[in-house]
């Protein structure tokens, strides 16, 4: 039996889930693009309760650079601590697999007056993701205000090992200024 830790904060949402099996044993999230490093540790704690976990599924993004390291530091030291693997994946995949079109775009709120946002055919990735503002992202179907499903995550092949950052560090060295 095999239980998994799936984890995303790529977006305003801190979502968390444990999978027993494939199927999904427990979830929580709260709402909140601030409340990533509070909100985090709390609902593992609620959700892991007598659970051993065997894996911890984290989403890489694309999202923004604090968010995301909030949810894959803690995920890459939960799974340390315990000795077990930790596995990325694509957090717009992770949406897209809740959706039933043949064509269709995913975007997620990216701030600045952007989004984030990839194409998929058939349910499968086309390119790779970018970040744009809304108008230039043109397609058939565009769904939006979806959040990443902690389910799809773990059924999701990838092994993502870099986080999806779409934007130069806004924090420059010293020495490259």
């Avoid at 709402?31 to 609620?46: C, I, K, M, S």
């Avoid at 030291?77 to 077990?84: D, H, M, P, Q, V």
Wanted: hydrophobic share 45%; glycine share 10%; proline share 5%.
């Amino acid at each position: 039996m095999t239980i998994s830790l799936a984890i995303d904060t790529s977006t305003s949402r801190t979502s968390v889930g444990i999978i027993e099996n494939g199927i999904l044993a427990w979830s929580g999230f709260r709402d909140g693009a601030t409340a990533h490093g509070p909100a985090l540790p709390a609902l593992v704690q609620e959700g892991i309760e007598g659970r051993v976990i065997d894996e911890v599924v984290v989403g890489m993004g694309p999202g923004p650079f604090t968010g995301l390291r909030i949810g894959i530091a803690f995920a890459q030291s939960f799974a340390l601590a315990r000795g077990i693997s930790v596995r990325g994946v694509c957090s717009l995949d992770a949406i897209a697999a809740q959706v039933n079109e043949k064509d269709f775009i995913i975007t997620v709120d990216a701030r600045r007056k952007e989004v984030y946002w990839a194409h998929y055919v058939n349910g499968i990735r086309v390119g790779e993701p970018a970040v744009n503002f809304p108008a230039a992202v043109v397609g058939n179907r565009i769904f939006s205000d979806l959040f990443p499903d902690v389910l799809a995550m773990v059924s999701l092949s990838g092994n993502i090992t870099e986080p999806i950052y779409l934007r130069h560090p806004d924090a420059v060295a010293t020495a490259d200024r």
